[in-house]
């Protein structure tokens, strides 16, 4: 039996098996206190692979939740270790598969019958897992097709879940339970989201035929007719993950393009279509040789809505980062100072948010603008300044609204995929930052 | 016409929600006569246990045509086997409820599953499902009914879990059919009874 049959999916199991993960992790930091009385030195590095090594473990083990909070974690490079970081990153592309039968039950549980009667061929052995389901590769006359099947109770495995990662979450945040509440409640909502396949379809549709003039990217067609909730049946589209494309040794021109069709395609999501492709880790993106980008998945969908739209991105304005009476105001907007701060907290916060803001603005202040890791390593060091704050560390109060939670994870995903392509991006519609400054009065 | 009574006997108890009395008046109006009746069964309690006779064997025999299943390794065979059998449960629950859901524990259950135990026993070793071996050529009829007859206990257990199962399309069902069966796959390809018995041995030699 070489695909891993054993889903942990009772709630003791999963328990037990994120509780040995916790004994683990302290027999790591036992160590880790062990080697520095020994050799009076600190290896931190060694401690974080460890760690990781012993999360992954357990987590690539558990289905559905646990791994997209995992995956979650690897994108937020600027919060976690790097160590940890490599490790999740694994997590992205593959699990451990469903046994055959279950593939041929669960699809003919949704349809009504075997996939046989609607494709000429279809592997049973998965393509790739997709953290709440995994893909299957089918043809019929000649057509190739990525079937998408989802595990069989994921749904209801979510909410017990996230009641088990909470705490190892909060622990790593260093944030009490309750004040983590409304962030938990908005990546519930869009994990529940994402087990609902229909749902995707739409999305998929829609957003495909909003980005048609976007040039060269590209999304598969979906088809309705052999899909449903837990069964989507899309084009299999040609190409390879970034760290595959990137051997191939494109050349620097290819480089920019591919980044720029990811560039105007996210730009023009979210300030002209308010509702963004929110999954943006590299199993997402196919590159092709003749440097255009598949994209799929559009399980997770972040709507922006127009309060936090008109709080947030005025602040990635130049004008607005110089006008305190501007910046006071939005700061209150996204949730990031209160009234019953001190004075002097207010100060720093808004300090440090100004500082990381103006770093991210960066790409939007010239016509053109070169990503390099130098870049994005300066992000991660002001990520990690910040998370040294007093009012950060030991927060008394949550701070950022929920919403930025998946347009800050989409956007380090992008900055993140352009660093690692090494890539130069224009600015072709800066249409919006116009738009926002008539609103700001400016 | 073995399926005729069959299906008119699950009717009769959806319908009336009592077993028939007798012969007579189960044929009453029925497309078979009596006498065509005890051509096939001795009485109508050997067709009550054949129900899930019935209901496995067609679950199967829909299998035997589908490409996947013909070439997939014994263990996914019977795999799929369950599946297919819930699946084909499902059209048939309000009878199974009627006829089987007072049961309180698995066990109830083997009385009235003796028909349904021997087809699944032959399936189970028709399909060339091995499990643990001893090496030890007296034991070999042994092990294979204890191998065979484990995986009934699952399927009865299972059958059991079904007629409970109240989540949304019996999806926990399928769960319990993915974790019971590997993991008595498991069990039982590791060979522990075997590694006991040869500890049972090297004690008994050496004590």
Known sequence: ??????????????????????????????????????????????????????????????????????????????VLPKAYTQKFALSQYSAPPM??????????????????????????????????????VAEKEGKMYAVKIQYPGVAEAIKSDLKLVKPVANAMFGLPEKEMQKYFEEVEEKLLEETRYDLELQRGQEVAAACSHIENVHFPQYYPQWSTSK??????????????????????????????????FYEYQLHELRCIHADPHPGNFLFTQDAKVGIIDFGCVKEVPEDFYHSYFPLLIQEVQENPVIIDKLMRGIEMIFPGDSESLQQDLTEAFLRMTRLLSRPFQEAEFHFTQDYLDEIYEEGERIYRLPGVRKPTQPRGSKHALYVNRTYFGIYSLMADLNATVVNRDLAWVDRLRVKCNL | MKNDIITRYMWWFNQFEVEPKSVFKFCEDASF?????????????????????????ISVESLNQEEFYLSAEPHEKMLSAMYAFVETLKANRSYLIQAYGSWQNPTDSFHG???????????????????????????????????????????????????????????????????????????????????????????????
């Not at chain 1, 669960?106 to 893909?135: M, T």
């Not at chain 1, 494309?245 to 393009?257: C, D, V």
């Not at chain 2, 006569?33 to 246990?49: A, M, P, Q, W």
């Not at chain 2, 699952?154 to 059991?160: I, K, M, R």
């Open chain 1, 1 to 78: 039996m070489e695909s891993q049959d054993s889903v942990i999916r009772s709630k003791v199991g999963r328990a037990a098996k994120l509780v040995g993960t916790g004994a683990k992790i302290g027999g790591n930091y036992l160590k880790f206190y062990a080697k520095k009385v020994a050799t009076g030195k600190e290896d931190r590095e060694s401690l974080h692979e460890d760690n990781a090594q012993d999360i992954y473990n357990s987590l690539s083990q558990l289905k559905g939740s646990a791994l997209k909070v995992a995956q979650m974690l690897s994108m937020d490079k600027a």
């Open chain 2, 33 to 57: 006569s009596e006498s065509e009746f005890y051509l096939e069964f001795s009485d109508l309690r050997s067709v009550k246990e054949s129900v899930l006779v019935h209901l496995w064997s």
């Open chain 1, 231 to 264: 069964v989507l049946v899309m084009d299999l589209l040609q190409g390879q993950h970034l760290a595959e494309y990137l051997q191939t040794q494109p050349s620097q021109e290819e480089k920019n393009q591919v980044a720029q069709a990811l560039w105007d």
């Open chain 2, 113 to 207: 599953m003796r028909a349904w135990r021997e087809e699944f026993l032959s399936y189970s070793s028709g399909i060339g499902l091995t499990g643990m071996d001893l090496k030890i050529d007296v034991l070999k009829d042994k092990t294979d009914m204890i191998n065979h007859n484990t995986l009934f206990a699952n399927a009865a257990f299972v059958f059991h879990f079904w007629l409970k199962d109240r989540s949304k399309g019996f999806e926990q069902t399928d769960a319990c059919i993915e974790k019971l069966f590997t993991l008595s796959f498991e069990l039982l390809q590791s060979n522990t009874l075997g590694k006991a018995i040869d500890f049972g041995k090297f004690l008994f030699q050496n004590r």
């Open chain 1, 99 to 136: 046994s055959g039968p279950l593939v041929m039950k669960a699809y003919q549980s949704a349809l009504g019958h075997y996939p046989s009667q609607d494709f000429d061929r279809f592997d049973s052995k998965s393509l790739a897992a997709a953290s709440i389901g995994q893909v299957h």
